[in-house]
Nanobody
């Protein structure tokens, strides 16, 4: 079993920055992808960013490319999402997800991930 615990959410004004953290524990041997998804009220959950473990590669949804950066600390079993120049449309509940090795084009498909965190709220508002 894999346990994912997010932290770092909060409220910021437009243009502000936040960093989310996702601490993983448990049986991590078969984890091939770590990702962040988000869900705004009355909207479907969408993939925001993903990092493939080996070989390392990053994926981003177009709306955050250049503003968000996903990274990982293997020693700490932690994945981060650095969010800069935040916009109101970035608001929502952000979820960390972990999944096995699969084709990279499928990184944003929820069903590919076996483990999910409890979520961290991000609110961008003036």
């Amino acid at each position: 079993q894999v346990l994912l615990v997010e932290s770092g959410g909060g409220s910021v004004q437009p243009g502000g920055d936040l960093r989310l953290s996702c601490k993983a524990s448990g049986s991590l041997t078969n984890i091939g992808h770590m990702a962040w998804f988000r869900q705004a009220p009355e909207k479907a959950r969408e993939g925001v960013a993903c990092v493939r473990t080996y070989p390392e590669y990053e994926y981003y949804v177009d709306s955050v490319r250049g503003r968000f950066t996903i990274s990982r600390d293997n020693d700490q079993n932690t994945v981060y999402l650095r969010m800069t120049n935040l916009k109101p449309e970035d608001s929502g509940m952000y979820y960390c997800a972990a999944g096995p090795i699969f084709p990279g084009f499928a990184w944003s498909e929820e069903g590919r991930y076996d483990h999910w965190g409890q979520g961290a709220q991000v609110t961008v508002s003036s």
